[in-house]
């Protein structure tokens, strides 16, 4: 790791399974290329940080204590982990492995490099989850890591000249571009070399390497910054991660000199195939283009009077030759809507334009979507378009930079939402879930993946604050491995970052486990989104955007609060849902209460399933989520001596801001609603 910057959960400390003993690279059959290149450095890192030795078996030879072999490399080795990890092997894909303990030697076996990357990777994880031990005589233990989609991905929204506005990366907490600086790649990557390694640990396969809204210099990048992204490419290459541009949909006129971008045009179609040949010349394994249109000022098939279908196949076929993807976004909404109109929903704006299109996208087009059908709240519903489109591939695009979840000043987890979005069965019981959908499990039988927007920066800590490195972690495991316990996956995080002082484990859970559920009862109550203050998106204010053209309300009168979305009396949102959601959520006494004031506009004294009224349930929340804070700044400050020094005075330092946040939000929130509703609160404590 580069001097002088945190090492994050890869610690030389956590090589230990690999490097305490003897470790042998068995591939005969593969190519010494960049990536068995970097499984071999790992075990020689590791042997050099715990004292182990790189051997070189032979039939007749003691077993090492760790191999990492082909089924070509294990043909000679009689050996119960051996021959556990090889049978099977046959079916594993170019990214699985099998791992086998047993008889007191750990095997990873896989077809590919990569599989042999992921596997050791595999074996460093496991060292750290609750019981972990060396492999007695006796045990037998048998793990096959197969990713679940195909598409493990993380855009980055850096910029590469500082934006007015945006800055150098748009919603980036965590310092400056690890990639970028005065509109040209770094001279030195090796914090970029570090944190692909970061990312291979986790199972990530590809990065975005710009912002999806496309600047000037940006748009360059396909032309003469190409040399720029070759460079990037052959840093991420070593762990199996494929680089992705974000292009702008005016290309062909801002950067080709055309006068048209119609995707109809022949013309423009060419330029395309053109650019897309000269890219994949440079870098064979380019993985493709992300394309936002359409969507907040940035040019789309609108303007020529085409559909997104159109715009996405136009360049899907440029890139389709060379085994390349288009992912294009399903954010598109009218940011320009008139907020005394009531019927026009910013909610149904996917599923209204991209519904209509199932069917009509090609192979080579991966429909990104977000989670959520509003825009990466701290709680919404799951979006329609994941039900609606089984002939289309769909990525469901997630969020792990915290624009509205505290921006890495506030500790939350959001391990958890996410597990319960990739657990949710848009079809009900015995349907099919969202990590189905998004595999190819799904009706149509269409994978893609997930993909989400990354949270580094050159921050020191990666993230900003320590704690937020958990959201990239939890990220790569669960879009891996999306059946996880995410309580699990943090206490993985947990021990490779902190180690096994039992006392310091517990008081990080203590912060995190329930950080999610403390930074809901802090913000906005039930579902019904926003309150935070327009532009940077930070801090409380409750009618922050209740006049604005963005579509973001909340509808809070004297009499009430909520937005009607049924279809008897409101937006008909409820029904794009497929059945039995388009009716639960159509009825008052149906809909899950976390979600109530997002589909329901309902007096302040609705009762809740738990007795408690819509404004008691307010104040009851933002009082406690202040009182969570307060004791999760006492937890912390007992971790002191525990923890390295730097990395306790970061956190405290931003628990600091976290509880004066969760305070204004308390007071500003509370005293909103008191005056009103002007129903006081039940217990009698102070609002202003």
């Known amino acids: ?16 399974p690999l490097g305490r003993g003897g470790a042998a690279l068995l591939a005969p059959d593969l190519e ?3 990536v068995l290149g970097a499984v071999r ?31 070509a490399g294990l043909a000679d080795l009689r050996h119960p982990a051996a021959e556990g990890a090889a049978a099977g092997a046959a079916d594993l894909s170019d990214e699985g492995c099998r791992v086998v303990a047993a008889g007191g030697a750990t095997v990873v076996c896989a077809r590919t490099a990569t599989g042999l990357l992921r596997g050791l990777f595999a074996v460093v994880r496991a060292g750290a989850r609750p019981g972990a031990r060396a492999a007695g005589a006796e045990d037998v233990r048998v793990a096959v890591h197969e990713p679940d989609a195909p598409w493990r991905v993380l855009d980055h929204w850096d910029n590469l000249v500082e934006h007015p506005v945006m800055g150098v990366v748009e919603r980036g ?9 005065d509109g040209r790649v770094r001279e030195d990557l090796s914090r970029v070399r570090d944190y692909a390694r970061l990312l291979a640990s986790t199972d990530v396969n590809a990065v975005g390497l710009n912002n999806v809204n496309v600047h000037a210099v940006e748009a360059r990048l396909l032309m003469d910054g ?28 801002t950067v080709g000199g055309m006068d048209t971008s119609d995707p109809l045009d022949e013309g423009v179609r060419r330029w395309w195939a053109d650019r897309a040949a000269q890219v994949w010349a440079r870098i064979p394994d380019f993985g493709g283009f992300v394309v936002k249109a359409d969507s907040e000022g940035q040019p789309g098939p609108f303007a020529y009077g085409r559909t997104h279908a159109d715009g996405a196949n136009a360049l899907a076929r440029a890139v389709a030759p060379h085994g390349g993807t288009v992912f294009w976004r399903a954010f598109v909404y009218d940011h320009h809507q008139d907020w005394r109109d009531r019927s026009t929903d910013r909610a149904r704006a996917a599923h209204d334009h991209f519904a209509p299109l199932d069917g009509d996208f090609d192979d080579a087009v991966v429909l990104q979507v977000k989670h959520g059908p509003m825009d990466f709240q701290v709680r919404e519903p799951l979006s329609p378009v994941v039900a609606a489109m089984p002939r289309t591939r769909l990525a469901v695009e997630l969020q792990v930079t915290q624009e509205y979840t505290g921006q890495q000043q506030h500790v939350c987890y959001l ?92 008081t990080v859970h203590a912060l995190m486990d329930d950080s999610w ?92 399933a738990d007795g408690t009224t819509v404004v008691q349930h307010v104040y009851d929340t933002h009082f406690r989520g202040a009182e969570r804070v307060e004791e999760m700044v006492a937890a912390w400050e007992d971790a002191a001596g525990r923890v390295e020094p730097d990395v306790h005075a970061r956190v405290r330092e931003r628990l600091a801001e976290q509880l004066r ?19 006081p609160d039940a217990h009698g404590r102070t609002i202003h």
């Open 415 to 506: 391990g958890v939402p996410w597990s319960e979005v990739l657990g949710w069965l848009p079809w009900g019981d015995g349907g099919a879930s969202v990590a189905d959908v998004v595999a190819g499990r799904g009706p149509g039988g269409c994978a893609a993946g997930l993909v989400a927007v990354s949270n580094v920066g050159r921050d020191d800590f990666w993230t900003g604050h320590p704690l937020a490195q958990a959201n990239l972690y939890a990220f790569g495991r669960l879009a891996a491995e999306p059946r996880l316990d995410p309580l699990e996956v943090l206490h993985e995080w947990i021990s490779l970052t902190f180690g096994d002082d039992a006392d310091v484990v517990a």
């Open 1 to 16: 790791m580069t001097e002088d910057v945190h090492a994050a959960w890869l610690p030389d400390r956590v090589l230990a």
């Open 517 to 608: 559920r403390t930074y809901e009862d802090c913000t906005a109550p039930l579902g019904v989104g926003f309150m935070v203050r327009p532009g940077h998106h930070y801090g409380p204010d409750v009618d922050g955007y209740e006049y604005t053209p963005w579509g973001t309300y909340h509808f809070a009168d004297r009499d009430g609060i909520g937005v009607d979305r049924t279809r008897a009396t409101g937006t008909g949102f409820t029904g794009q849902y497929p059945p039995p959601w388009r009716d639960v959520y159509e009825s008052l006494s149906d809909c899950p209460d976390e979600l109530l004031l997002f589909f329901h506009h309902v007096p302040y004294e609705h009762r809740l």
């Open 173 to 181: 907490y965590a310092g400056a571009s690890l990639f970028w600086a």
């Open 32 to 34: 010494d290329g960049p």
């Open 661 to 679: 946040s969760a305070r204004e939000w308390r007071d500003q929130v509370n005293t909103y609603f008191w005056r009103k509703s002007g129903v």
């Open 41 to 71: 450095a790992e075990l020689e890192r590791a042997a050099a940080a715990h004292g182990g030795r790189i051997t070189t078996w032979s039939p007749g030879h003691a077993v090492p204590d760790v191999v990492l072999a082909t089924p």
């Open 226 to 253: 190409l040399d720029d992204v070759v460079r990037l490419a052959d840093v991420f290459r070593p762990y199996g991660i494929r680089v992705l541009l974000s292009v702008s949909f005016a290309a062909p006129v």
